[in-house]
């Protein structure tokens, strides 16, 4: 009987390892994944209001959307990755494992989750009533509109058991667009969520509903809290939605919001859909009177195949918690897209 020495042993050893390495490699290069692409490209006339120079009213967008998806371990792991106007830069991009009975995990870069997939639930034809207007030079963001965590590197768990969705979201630190191996700058965490479903199972059809909820760190001293509710509901040719938001901001001298809206939008045939909508942001100010933001907006739209013509007509008074004729805006927008 040969003895093998220590030596002799090691080598076969790194063989056993070498071998069932190169299976798994294998095993792991078999999953190949599927891979989709889809794409739109926009083009737009809009015109301003009489306070703001239109220039050239033309513009145009294209959207390109990558899709992989392939089974790892018994789990369903997907990548989206959406290039607007330019190949080279990342606009949105998510990666998702699907566990089956046990939800869906995903970490966000753009593509939206939690409390913001609720922000503006009412119907329309087109875009929103608050759509080209002028944003909040604060937030660059538009006002009254809620979403703790934000889009941008975020954790995000949804699950459905009964007809009922949870879609949660949370995020350490600021919520920037990082690349592999970088760190966010300056900003707390957050959390939200929402909860959605159908009337199905108290014996409504046609209803949609949600709520939800979120708190973002603003520092030592506490935090802004968000909170949103909606309704619609589908009748005929019709459907009709309501939806209350608030925003508290954190300290004495922090301004509070409290949106109402409302829409309705028609069906008129499988291929043409008209709306209308209006929408209140108050401010509550501490150290002065409250402030009213009102807009409202008309859309339709008619589609033919994959080619699309809409067009909206927004309004805001009071815009951004301010008074006069300086805080009036509109706009006017045409719009036909592709879809490839």
């Known amino acids: 009987m040969k003895i093998l020495t220590k030596g002799e042993i090691m080598n076969n050893f790194k063989k056993v390892g070498l071998t069932a390495l190169a299976g798994s490699l294998a095993a792991i290069s078999a999953h190949a994944a599927e891979m989709t692409v889809s794409g739109a490209s926009v083009l737009t006339y809009t015109s301003k209001d009489s306070t ?104 995000n768990y949804v699950h459905t058991v009964s007809g009922v969705t949870f879609n949660g979201a949370a995020r350490k630190g600021s919520g920037t667009k990082n690349a592999d191996g970088g760190s966010s700058g300056v900003g707390g965490g957050a959390w939200d969520f929402a909860l959605t479903g159908d009337g199905t199972s108290m014996g409504v059809d046609g209803l949609a509903m949600g709520v939800g909820y979120g708190e973002a760190e603003t520092g030592e001293t506490g935090e802004d809290k968000h909170s949103t509710i909606f309704a619609n509901y589908s009748f005929g040719m019709v459907t009709a939605g309501y939806q209350i938001s608030t925003i508290n901001k954190n300290g004495a001298t922090g301004i509070d919001e409290d949106t109402n809206a409302w829409g309705l939008a028609f069906n008129i045939n499988e291929n043409l859909s008209v709306s209308y909508g209006e929408r209140e942001v108050e401010y509550n100010n501490p150290t002065s009177a409250n402030i009213t933001e009102s807009g409202d907006g008309v859309a339709i739209a008619y589609t033919m195949g994959s080619i699309k013509i809409a067009g909206n007509h927004n309004e805001v008074s009071n815009n951004d918690n301010a008074q006069g004729t300086a805080a009036s805006d509109s706009m006017t927008e045409i719009a036909v897209s592709f879809a490839f």
Do not use: C
């Open 52 to 155: 703001e120079v239109t220039g050239n009213p033309f513009g145009m967008k294209t959207n390109l959307g990558f899709t992989a998806s392939g089974e790892v371990n018994g789990y369903t792991v997907s990548y989206m990755q959406t290039s607007a106007d330019q190949f080279a830069g990342m606009s949105s991009a998510r990666l998702s494992i699907d566990m089956g009975d046990m939800g869906t995990i995903a970490f966000d870069q753009g593509s939206g989750s939690g409390l913001g997939t609720i922000d503006d639930k009412t119907p329309t034809a087109a875009e929103e009533v608050w759509d080209g207007l002028d944003a909040s030079v604060a937030t660059t963001d538009h006002n009254g509109l809620v979403g703790a965590t934000g889009a941008s590197g975020v954790w």
